[in-house]
T-cell receptor
């Protein structure tokens, strides 16, 4: 059984560019949640995907979007990058939207210059 | 909406001493409570969770937490810390019914002094 994996590990982008982050869920899990963790802060919920549909969203603008694929892997896309988007992006997988049994990946560190 | 407060941003503790990391939450309805640990340059690992039943919850690595409904607290404790416990600790809450959002506190950095 493989755990949650994320790619890339680190990424540097310029303000205004677009970025795609990837997450592979734990085997058997059909729900993926994405979080943004700014330096010195706790993770903030971005959105959740369940069976390829968005199932809840936090207070993030529409330029943050996502996808979930039939194999339940997921992408987080951010358009028109801003300096404040610099953060650690975490994904977590679970079964049937059960957030009390989530497993987190190691995260992608995004730096916007 | 629910919220979580971790009053101590940093806690230094001598090795083998006991530690308590404080967490208070705010919610008008029943909640589930969690403690996560984040080691440097890593993701989050679940230490323990309270869903129902006994208010004293035991987790991994010798940690335990006590749910106190009247004080809306869920403090994390360990009787004797080790160097390897140096990490960031996050308290989190989710509503028992509805609301798919897991809300985290701002974290407490635990530093173990040899």
């Amino acid at each position: 059984e493989t755990g949650v994996t994320q790619s890339p590990t680190h990424l540097i982008k310029t303000r205004g560019q677009q970025v795609t982050l990837r997450c592979s869920s734990q085997s058997g899990h059909n729900t993926v949640s994405w979080y943004q963790q700014a330096l010195g802060q706790g993770p903030q919920f971005i959105f959740q995907y369940y069976r390829e549909e968005e199932n809840g969203r936090g207070n993030f603008p529409p330029r943050f979007s996502g996808l979930q694929f039939p194999n339940y892997s997921s992408e987080l896309n951010v358009n028109a990058l801003e300096l404040d988007d610099s953060a650690l992006y975490l994904c977590a997988s679970s079964l049937d939207r059960t957030l009390y049994e989530q497993y987190f990946g190691p995260g992608t560190r995004l730096t916007v210059t | 909406a629910q919220s979580v407060t971790q009053l101590d941003s940093q806690v230094p503790v001598f090795e083998e001493a006991p530690v308590e990391l404080r967490c208070n939450y705010s919610s008008s309805v029943s909640v589930y409570l969690f403690w996560y640990v984040q080691y440097p340059n890593q993701g989050l690992q679940l230490l323990l969770k309270y869903l129902s039943g006994s208010t004293l919850v035991k987790g991994i690595n010798g940690f335990e937490a006590e749910f106190n409904k009247s004080q809306t607290s869920f403090h994390l404790r360990k009787p004797s810390v080790h160097i390897s416990d140096t990490a960031e600790y996050f308290c989190a809450v989710i509503l028992r019914f509805g609301n798919e959002k897991l809300t985290f506190g701002t974290g407490t950095r635990l530093t173990i002094i040899p």
